[in-house]
């Protein structure tokens, strides 16, 4: 089963994003903010993260940085999730 790893601290949004992800057949790792999700990340070396820019603790900007500087982790596929629906965001 393949594991992915979402990091979102809107808990409906979270919870949702899971549930879809499960039916499809994935293994979900969760966190609700910066730190935890890099922690989760190193420790597991899913094969995707998921991960919201605005979180507390440390932003998903931040997260992707450290990420990168990391040998295990610096070729795991990335994408953000956001809110922000204008362009200039």
Same mark, same amino acid.
């Given at each position: 089963?393949?594991?992915?790893?979402? $990091?979102?601290?809107?808990? +409906?949004?979270?919870? @949702?994003? /899971?549930?879809?992800?499960?039916l /499809?057949?994935?293994?979900?790792? $969760? #966190? #609700? @903010?910066? +730190? !935890?999700?890099?922690?989760?990340?190193? /420790? @597991?070396?899913?094969?995707?993260?998921?991960?919201? $820019?605005?979180?507390?603790?440390? !932003?998903?900007? /931040? $997260?992707?940085?450290?990420?990168? %500087?990391? +040998?295990?982790t610096v070729?795991?596929? =990335?994408i =953000?999730? %956001?809110?922000?629906? !204008?362009?200039? !965001?």
């Amino acid at each position: 089963m393949t594991t992915l790893l979402l $990091i979102e601290d809107h808990a +409906p949004l979270r919870r @949702n994003l /899971e549930d879809i992800l499960t039916l /499809e057949g994935y293994h979900v790792l $969760i #966190a #609700a @903010n910066g +730190p !935890d999700g890099l922690r989760l990340a190193r /420790e @597991n070396q899913p094969a995707l993260i998921l991960c919201d $820019i605005m979180l507390p603790g440390c !932003d998903g900007m /931040e $997260i992707l940085a450290a990420l990168r %500087t990391d +040998p295990s982790t610096v070729a795991t596929p =990335f994408i =953000f999730l %956001t809110a922000k629906g !204008d362009p200039t !965001d």
